[in-house]
């Protein structure tokens, strides 16, 4: 792991990454809150880890064991469902700004 | 008003006591849909949901701006559940924002310790934990990822039962970490918790993660002899740095189980120590990818856009403005030990951490044919509010419970009272841990402990 600081571009570029917006009072609390998480999860470079699997789920069971559902169309959300969530919609569709050559609110 | 006795009573109770906990976020009206008593195991008893659990009743927040006025189309599986076992839902129950939290503190509500309301409930079920210990409800819904229902059980003095990662179908859940997520109840007392689970137990076909296994009775064990009963006693947990409170309440627990004629074996689980690390990098890094979907397109708020303003300013708006301040930390940590450069270093180090823990406990239950283990639930009892501002301080205080969402494990926190750990007031959890779908004998051992 890097020992290195948390630099304030990391958190910059990271918060980019999340699409999320710092003021930039707030990118220097991050780095400074974030760094000590990061700081602290250091600990595990004490872990003698050589030969461990990686392990991404608590079931390793076969998929066998598990309920997948039979590939079969059904019923899903309905447009009256989906104009009850979404912010916007026109017709069926959702409505997004205009995506084609930047700018321009709404399309 | 209701014509079932419970239901009513409950209700009652939430007008006088709610004003002073804010546990509730929403009553279901019950005078318009009161279909009687149906038949089954919880036939009247008067449930809350927790907020990030579907209802197409009300709204499911999730305690967030991004999801307030957010009405769901579809129940999730264990409300359905629930609902034929007779159990009547009568509202949904404040959290943490996102789940993410230890205090009920973060989003759009908090809500306040049931006895002592200038301490945290804990979090990120307080609010259905304060409703269940302030005696509201008998039985309310939780989600736990990395100790969301047992911390909070601990702190207002009810039982809060982790079932294993499989156990439940998590369809109707808001996501959180998908590979720690588990929903179970909080409760008035392990024989409720447990039939709670006969009711929500279960494969899925919209849960892929739910495991396919024949149903069980849960309570079959609760009045049977517990002297076959082999319990490890995780000596390396009860540390100086827990409130004196915690440990004589563990120490204490060990001996009541002797006394009942149960085995206690002293073991040492020094991997736990590493397991806040290995677990903030990956239910960081889960959640990040899971609350992606938040992009202010296809649900929730979205910002009222000023002209010139790209679908890549919707996505950061909504996003910004949408989510709390923990919930956006979150994901910034979550996306930078996912970020190139970073991702072995961290998230594939902390799997790797993961699979150590579970080898541990799996060599202990083995080695001394445990049936469970007993530690602390909490380092401490309640705490103040606005007292632990410290991110990481407060990650910290979820020591003892994410071993059990690492390595998949049930888990349960069980209320200790004594007239020695009484002092203050304040309740005091003990938590037992067990071998994968191992329910049944863990509810037993939890029996004894409320016994007096």
């Not at chain 2, 304060?130 to 990395?146: E, F, K, Q, R």
Request: net charge negative; proline share 6%.
């Amino acid at each position: 792991m890097s020992h290195d600081e948390l630099a304030l571009d990391d958190v910059k570029r990271v918060a980019r990454l999340a699409r999320l917006r710092l003021t930039d009072e707030q990118a220097r609390r991050y780095r400074v809150e974030l760094g000590a998480v990061l700081k602290h999860v250091e600990e595990l470079d004490q872990m003698d880890l050589d030969g461990v699997e990686p392990m991404h789920s608590p079931i390793d069971a076969p998929v066998s064991m598990q309920e997948l559902a039979d590939d079969q169309p059904r019923p899903s959300l309905t447009g009256n469902d989906l104009e009850r969530i979404a912010p916007e919609m026109d017709g069926p569709y959702l409505r997004v700004p205009k995506v084609i050559s930047g700018g321009g609110a709404s399309a | 008003m209701s014509t079932l006795p419970q239901v009513e009573q409950s209700l009652a109770a939430i007008a006088e006591l709610d004003g002073d906990i804010h546990a509730i976020t929403q009553v279901f009206d019950q005078s318009s849909a009161d279909p009687g008593a149906l038949p089954g195991e919880l036939s009247g008893v008067p449930v809350l949901v927790k907020d990030n659990i579907a209802t197409t009743r009300g709204t499911t927040s999730c305690n967030s701006g991004m999801l307030e006025n957010y009405e769901s189309p579809f129940d999730a599986t264990v409300v359905e559940r629930l609902r034929e076992a007779g159990a009547v839902v009568i509202g949904k129950a404040n959290m943490d924002e996102f789940a993410m939290g230890s205090s009920t503190e973060h989003g759009l509500r908090t809500t306040n310790h049931p006895t002592h309301h200038h301490c945290v409930p804990g979090g990120s079920s307080g609010g259905s934990a304060a409703a269940v210990g302030a005696g509201m409800v008998p039985l309310a819904l939780g989600s736990d990822t990395g100790g969301s229902i047992r911390q909070p059980a601990a702190f207002c003095g009810c039982v809060g039962l982790k079932p294993t990662y499989g156990r439940v179908s998590r369809f109707g859940l808001v996501a959180f970490a998908s590979s720690l997520d588990q929903i179970g109840p909080l409760a008035s007392s392990v024989e409720i918790a447990s039939q709670c689970l006969n009711a929500i137990a279960g494969p899925d076909s919209k849960d892929m993660t739910s495991v396919r296994r024949d149903p069980e009775n849960f309570a079959r064990y609760l009045s049977e002899d517990t002297s076959s009963l082999r319990v490890g006693l995780v000596t390396s947990c009860l540390t100086d740095d827990n409130d004196e409170r915690i440990n004589l309440a563990v120490r204490n627990a060990a001996k009541r189980f002797e006394r009942m004629g149960a085995t206690i074996v002293e073991i040492e689980l020094p991997s736990l120590h590493y397991a806040i690390s290995s677990y903030y990098i990956i239910a960081a890094a889960e959640a990040s990818s899971n609350l992606a979907r938040f992009d202010g397109v296809r649900y929730g708020t979205r910002p009222s856009l000023e002209g010139g303003e790209s679908l890549e300013d919707l996505y950061e708006r909504a996003r910004t403005e949408g989510f709390g301040e923990e919930v956006r930390r979150r994901i910034m940590l979550g996306t930078y030990v996912l970020s190139a450069g970073y991702y072995d270093a961290y998230y594939t180090k902390a799997l790797r951490a993961r699979r150590k823990i579970r080898n541990e406990f799996d060599g202990a239950f083995c080695a001394h044919e445990l049936h469970t283990m007993l530690l602390p639930t909490t380092p401490t009892p309640a705490f103040e509010r606005g007292s632990i501002q410290d991110p990481l301080n407060m990650y910290l205080q979820d020591i003892y419970t994410v071993p059990a969402n690492l390595a998949g494990l049930p888990a349960i926190s069980v209320p200790w009272i004594d007239k020695e750990t009484e002092r203050g007031g304040l309740p005091v959890g003990v938590q037992l841990m067990s071998p994968m779908f191992a329910e049944a004998r863990m509810l037993q051992a939890a029996s004894v402990l409320e016994k007096d």
